[in-house]
């Protein structure tokens, strides 16, 4: 009897395997994911990096608000009194995950997804399946918390219950954020507006404190650095590498400085990039580029050039050493030309 007084029945229902079952599975899951990008946080930048609406300003904070978002679901689904807000917490995750995914393999970008950091990199196609299981087993874990055995102090008419509306509210602004940020790399002229509104917040703006640690590997100068082989290069010409992402924003944002520094000189420009030659190729051609591009689907240049993030521009004398770097969230372009200009005054060793 003092067992039965301890407990509320809700909706009749009492305690499922289900529950006992899936919440340690998912919270597991969760916080192996968090701990797998944590460890590999440059990595994990550079991954980031490829989503088409974060800027490149904007790519560690979202790093580690995404790792602290899953860590917090995978503490919050252990205790009762909190299991559904980390269920609610791992179900918008979940959901997310699976619709930017989906979204990934729709235009065609199948890379190996780094969701797991350091431990484990699975395929686009297994990932997306991963995601969409993990998000059934959120919400099999949100019903069944919600309407199952629970303790006493822990009802609805208890009111320390805590509330599904903030949870709700997040995923609700989630999707709305998601469906305008789908729309926007499809749209020129959006994209335009809002990569010159976010270029111009960011200019001569010096890289964060992790970032900086980054370029302490970078090749020194004067290091000669292999130029990509491309038809239309001219090797009379110094040379400006802009290594960018599949992003649209970043990508923009990246090569500006570079492009206007290449028509004011006439030297070359060459955007290196992950994504294939066909996207390239519309890009450039919507936005009325005057660029030379370059598909590097398994980032081969990114060990001789220190490449933990991207976008970056580098500037390469007509002997291939390197004679300037961008060591600033955005360059002047006046920056590039002075640079250019004094390249190509450097004689052939």
């Avoid at 729709?106 to 297994?126: E, H, P, Q």
């Avoid at 081969?300 to 004679?323: E, H, I, K, M, W």
């Amino acid at each position: 009897m003092a067992a039965a007084a301890d407990t509320a029945v809700i909706a009749g229902k009492s305690p499922s395997a289900t529950l006992l079952l899936l919440r340690p599975v998912v919270s597991f899951i969760f916080a192996f994911a968090a701990l797998g990008k944590l460890f590999d946080l440059p990595d994990f930048q550079r991954s980031l990096s490829a989503v088409d609406w974060i800027p490149t300003s904007f790519i560690l904070p979202s790093a580690i608000l995404l790792i602290l978002a899953e860590l917090s679901a995978a503490i919050l689904l252990w205790p009762r009194r909190t299991t559904r807000i980390g269920a609610s917490l791992s179900a918008a995750l979940s959901l997310a995950f699976t619709l930017y995914t989906a979204e990934r393999l729709i235009v065609g970008a199948s890379t190996d997804c780094a969701c797991f950091g350091i431990f484990l990199k699975l395929n686009a196609w297994v990932m997306l399946v991963v995601d969409s299981v993990l998000l059934a087993a959120s919400l099999g874990v949100l019903r069944r918390a919600q309407y199952g055995t629970i303790p006493k102090s822990v009802t609805k008419a208890d009111p320390d219950t805590p509330s599904l509306r903030l949870p709700m509210l997040f995923a609700a602004l989630l999707l709305c954020v998601w469906g305008f940020f789908l729309v926007l790399p499809h749209d020129p002229l959006l994209l335009q507006k809002v990569g010159s509104l976010l270029s111009f917040s960011q200019a001569g703006k010096v890289y964060n404190p992790i970032t900086q640690g980054l370029l302490l590997r970078d090749p020194a100068m004067g290091t000669r650095l292999p130029i990509p082989s491309v038809a239309g290069l001219d090797s009379h010409r110094p040379t400006f590498v802009v290594f960018t992402t599949g992003c649209s924003i970043c990508s923009l944002g990246g090569l500006g400085p570079a492009e206007q520094a290449g028509r004011q000189t006439g030297d070359n420009v060459i955007m290196v990039s992950p994504v294939p030659l066909s996207q390239m190729g519309q890009f450039i051609a919507v936005h009325h580029l005057r660029v030379i591009p370059v598909s590097d689907p398994k980032n081969q240049y990114d060990p001789a050039y220190n490449l933990s993030f991207r976008p970056r521009t580098y500037l390469l004398a007509t002997s291939g050493r390197l004679v300037w770097k961008q060591v600033t969230v955005r360059p002047a372009v006046n920056e590039l030309v002075k640079a250019a200009q004094a390249a190509s005054r450097v004689n052939k060793p």
